[in-house]
């Protein structure tokens, strides 16, 4: 710890032992218990996860609201500031939840501030520097719903043991993790609620890249706080898309002129989900598993509609900031889609998030479930079928995906195979169904398939690679010009046809 840090701990177990004195624990316990059976009725705890799980895909950031009048680092914050009127404000401005920092000599914060908020409505967290089950007793009693435990304090033991003291009192714990050694820390005390700490406790200073590093080593089942150096909505929103499940704001809000305000732009959706609707698109042409920033570039230039990245098993592999990263390089609206294959539907959507995709495509035996989360979510979904002969197209129709993509069949892969199936199978389906053509399409046959069938779209990845996962950018250039030439080629005899049945139909007449 700095020296800072333990001048903090030091006086707050002075003041612990001295409350000890006039009240001893076992005094505090009965007192607590007592609490606890009594009929709560309004007391009932409210759940500070729950706040958080229950927009955890949404794409509009969630917000726990801090009311904290002073710190080391900042001076003055707010010290005149009501706490009850904050949390009213908060409330209303739409935070999910309501942090108190309560540590008196350092921040000027107040333990009956707990009791104060709760009329608020929203899940109350007591933070402070807790370091002993008293104070936990002590925080059941004031009127908190969940405790911040901090890593950096506790050994994996002692934080296990706060953790099990809190559940045991009705109260949620959420461990805050500075560094790696922090986070083997909180996982080796089976913490369900972790908060990344952007401030290095050391030297004070804010890291803004901590958050991503960080986030990479907690499992998909652990709840996700970035707190710290979210000082303009902007960088809400910027943590909100790489994946965590809500911002602790303090210090930003509490200096606010208008803090509902700044909570409105804070809030609002992110990423832009969909752009334009792709059923506008005359042939909608997609160049997948991209992995470096030449091939997008490549794609966007050359006039195609969607980029596509791998999240499963291939040569084409990506993690999801290198996918946020070369997708932020497109200077025009384009659909960024991600390929998964039977993932859990919640890592889909952590890793869609993260990524910055509009488009969900899906390659193993998801169920239809799991596309109808991923579009309650705001992701348009691709379904994968892979073709070996007209009985896999049975279920294609049904299938509650915006769109269909006919890949072919292989026993040993669920794509990126180079086959191509016959493409008159695909010829009823594309009538019916927005239905994206691919499978061993490369620049030389891309015009034949169009012609052939007139799908909504197409899409090829190994056939633009000059080898395995390294796309060939005059490849791709014509790949989408050829396509989208034989799309009009294709449009203007399908015209003709038609203008010719009619001239037939009235000459008849």
């Not at 002969?389 to 995906?401: C, D, M, R, T, V």
């Amino acid at each position: 710890m700095s020296d800072r840090l333990q001048r903090i701990v030091a006086d707050v177990r002075r003041r612990l032992e001295a409350r000890r004195q006039q009240v001893p624990e076992p005094v505090l316990r009965r007192r607590v218990e007592e609490r606890l059976g009594e009929a709560r009725g309004p007391r009932d705890p409210r759940s500070l996860a729950a706040a958080l799980a229950g927009g955890r895909y949404d794409r509009r950031p969630r917000i726990i609201a801090e009311i904290k009048r002073r710190s080391p680092a900042a001076g003055d914050i707010g010290s005149q500031a009501d706490a009850a009127r904050m949390a009213g404000i908060y409330a209303a401005g739409g935070a999910c939840a309501v942090s108190v920092v309560t540590e008196p000599d350092h921040f000027g914060g107040d333990p009956a501030d707990l009791e104060r908020v709760r009329p608020a409505g929203l899940p109350v967290l007591r933070k402070d520097f807790i370091v002993d089950p008293y104070q936990v007793l002590e925080s059941a009693l004031l009127g908190a719903d969940a405790v911040l435990l901090i890593a950096r304090l506790l050994d994996a033991r002692r934080l296990a043991h706060l953790m099990e003291e809190a559940r045991r009192v009705g109260l949620e714990a959420l461990v805050e993790v500075n560094d790696e050694a922090d986070v083997e820390t909180a996982l080796a005390a089976g913490a369900a609620l972790v908060g990344i700490n952007n401030r290095d406790l050391r030297t004070f200073d804010i890291d803004p890249g901590r958050t991503e590093r960080l986030l990479t080593l907690l499992p998909e089942d652990v709840l996700v706080v970035a707190a710290s150096g979210l000082a303009a909505p902007e960088d809400v929103q910027r943590v909100h898309a790489l994946g965590v499940d809500g911002c602790l704001v303090g210090q930003a809000l509490m200096q606010a002129p208008d803090p509902s305000a700044w909570l409105a732009s804070a809030r609002r959706p992110v990423p832009d989900a969909v752009p334009a609707r792709v059923e506008e698109q005359p042939l909608w042409v997609k160049i997948c598993g991209l992995t470096d920033e030449p091939a997008v570039l490549a794609a966007q230039n050359a006039g195609a509609d969607a980029v596509g990245f791998v999240f499963a098993p291939s040569p084409r592999r990506v993690d999801p900031s290198t996918a946020r990263r070369l997708g932020s390089l497109l200077r025009r609206p384009m659909a960024r889609v991600g390929v998964f294959v039977d993932e859990p539907v919640d890592r889909i959507l952590r890793v869609a998030r993260a990524a910055g995709l509009t488009h969900v495509q899906l390659h193993g035996d998801e169920d239809d479930q799991v596309i109808t989360r991923l579009q309650a979510a705001g992701y348009r979904v691709i379904r994968a079928v892979r073709v070996s002969g007209p009985e896999a197209l049975a279920g294609a129709e049904q299938s509650p995906a915006d769109l269909i993509l006919l890949d072919a069949y292989d026993p040993e892969k669920r794509g990126g195979t180079g086959r191509v199936f016959d493409w008159s199978l695909a010829a009823g389906l594309c009538r019916r169904r927005r239905v994206i053509l691919a499978g061993g399409l490369t620049p030389h046959n891309v015009g034949d398939a169009v012609r052939a069938v007139l799908p909504f779209g197409v899409d090829t990845s190994s056939g633009v690679e000059r080898s395995p996962g390294v796309k060939d950018p005059g490849r791709i250039a014509g790949f989408v010009q050829l396509a989208q030439a034989a799309w009009q080629q294709a449009v203007v005899r399908e015209t003709s046809r038609r203008r010719k049945v009619m001239d037939s139909v009235r000459s008849a007449t």
